[in-house]
């Protein structure tokens, strides 16, 4: 029997499991390990963490539903959000994963039961058990606290952003740890870079762990730039950001060569009015950039999770 192939996947937010992992999960030889993001403060997953001192749920929820093999009833019960009363706002599977934690009173067995309940094959980890937040050092000497508040640019947009650190600091988490070091191929992204993809890589252990790793490192690079975040960012840049929180290289950069036309990034924007400009390298002199098509071929700006777990098995 064919070993399977072992990749770790970093990253958080909607950008990962419905850009990579509902592509990947369709592949018999891959074994995946999801590495999550777990300290969003905003929403439902904010509340919870306010009210119970536990890790942001909701990152980790979109890893399980996305890799889970059971009924659509459940699925769609996972991704219930209620819409009125006390409960306004909050999806029912942020609500499961904190009650089990908090029943459990142990965060490892609860995310056991849920890899049960939930059918798992693969393994799905949160990068830290710490509660920590990220934090935004802006260049003129200003710190933003908390991910969404980095997210939703609640600051001057001309503002660059100089450094990015965790408070207080996190230990990422020993398993997530494991799974790097035993993978063939460990990718970073899709996720935005600073709200979601910092706070993975800032954990203490994780950049060591990563450049030590013996599988290739793979960076998938942001389709659109972000106001407040990444505006004016080309490929480059990004991955110069990447590197510099590995404090080492990346072996392979990968960033979409199919740009969109003006017309659909321009309706795109219209509802994402935070998206500034669709991400191209400045001379791409660079033998680790690799340029592909793997976005959607139409509808919203958004990687193929098809097109895209495709190239990752394969390069």
């Not at 990962?16 to 999550?36: A, D, Q, R, T, W």
């Not at 899709?190 to 990563?210: F, R, V």
Request: net charge negative; aromatic share 6%.
């Amino acid at each position: 029997m064919k070993k399977k192939q072992k990749i770790a996947c970093l990253g958080g937010g909607n950008a990962m499991p419905k850009g990579l992992l509902e592509g990947l999960k369709n592949y018999e030889e891959v074994e995946i390990s999801v590495i999550c993001a777990m300290l969003d403060s905003g929403g439902s997953s904010g509340r919870l963490r306010e009210d119970y001192g536990i890790l942001s749920p909701g990152d980790i929820r979109r890893a399980f539903i996305t890799l889970a093999n059971t009924s659509p009833v459940i699925e769609e019960l996972f991704n219930y959000r209620f819409e009125a009363g006390e409960f306004k706002g909050h999806n029912f599977a942020n609500l499961f994963i904190a009650a089990l934690e908090l029943s459990t009173n142990d965060f490892e067995k609860a995310f056991k039961e849920l890899n049960k309940i939930l059918n798992i094959s693969h393994q799905v980890l949160p990068a830290t058990l710490d509660n920590s937040k990220v934090c935004a050092k802006l260049e003129d000497g200003s710190i933003i606290e908390g991910e969404t508040n980095i997210d939703i640019c609640k600051h001057d947009g001309n503002l660059k952003i100089e450094e990015v650190f965790l408070k207080p600091k996190a230990r990422a988490y020993s398993k997530a740890l494991e799974a790097i070091s035993e993978a063939d191929k460990v990718v970073i992204g899709p996720g935005d870079l600073y709200s979601t993809l910092a706070q993975i890589l800032l954990a203490e252990g994780m950049s060591s762990a990563i450049r030590e790793a013996k599988g290739q490192v793979i960076y998938v690079c942001n389709l659109m730039t972000k106001h407040g975040e990444t505006n004016g960012f080309h490929v480059e840049d990004f991955t110069r950001e990447i590197e510099k929180l590995l404090e080492g290289k990346v072996d392979k950069v990968i960033y979409n060569d199919a740009f969109p036309e003006k017309e659909r990034v321009e309706e795109y924007k219209k509802d994402h009015p935070e998206l500034m400009e669709v991400v191209k390298p400045k001379k791409n002199e660079d033998k680790k950039l690799l340029g592909a098509d793997v976005i959607l071929s139409e509808g919203g700006i958004a990687h193929d999770p098809y097109k895209l777990s495709k190239l990752i098995v394969r390069i």
